[in-house]
C-alpha cells in the first residue's frame, strides 16, 4: 500500500483550516494521489478551494505478528441468505 503525506490550506468563510494528513492509496489504483489528496481535504475541511501538497511517498507493509483467542471466535466469511 502506498501512503503520501499531504499539507492542505483551505480557506473558508471563518478561517483557514490547515495540517498535515496521510492518504492511503492501493498501488494498483489508477487515482492520481495530488487528486485523490485535494479530494480528501475537501472532504475534511467542507471547502471547495484547498491548496494541496504533496510532502512524502512512502510503502506500508503488514506483517502479522500475534493472533489472539477471539480470532478462533470471529466468522471469517458470511452467507448470504
Given at each position: 500500500?502506498?501512503?503520501?503525506?499531504?499539507?492542505?490550506?483551505?480557506?473558508r468563510?471563518?478561517?483557514?483550516?490547515?495540517?498535515?494528513?496521510?492518504?492511503?492509496?492501493?498501488?494498483?489504483?489508477?487515482?492520481?494521489?495530488?487528486?485523490?489528496?485535494?479530494?480528501?481535504?475537501?472532504?475534511?475541511?467542507?471547502?471547495?478551494?484547498?491548496?494541496?501538497?504533496?510532502?512524502?511517498?512512502?510503502?506500508?507493509?503488514?506483517?502479522?505478528?500475534?493472533?489472539?483467542?477471539?480470532?478462533?471466535?470471529?466468522?471469517?466469511?458470511?452467507?448470504?441468505?
Amino acid at each position: 500500500m502506498d501512503v503520501f503525506t499531504y499539507s492542505y490550506d483551505c480557506p473558508r468563510w471563518y478561517g483557514r483550516n490547515q495540517g498535515t494528513r496521510n492518504l492511503y492509496l492501493d498501488p494498483m489504483s489508477t487515482t492520481e494521489p495530488i487528486e485523490a489528496a485535494k479530494k480528501d481535504a475537501q472532504t475534511i475541511s467542507g471547502s471547495q478551494t484547498c491548496d494541496v501538497h504533496l510532502i512524502q511517498k512512502f510503502r506500508l507493509a503488514i506483517e502479522h505478528v500475534e493472533t489472539y483467542p477471539a480470532m478462533a471466535t470471529t466468522p471469517m466469511y458470511k452467507f448470504k441468505q
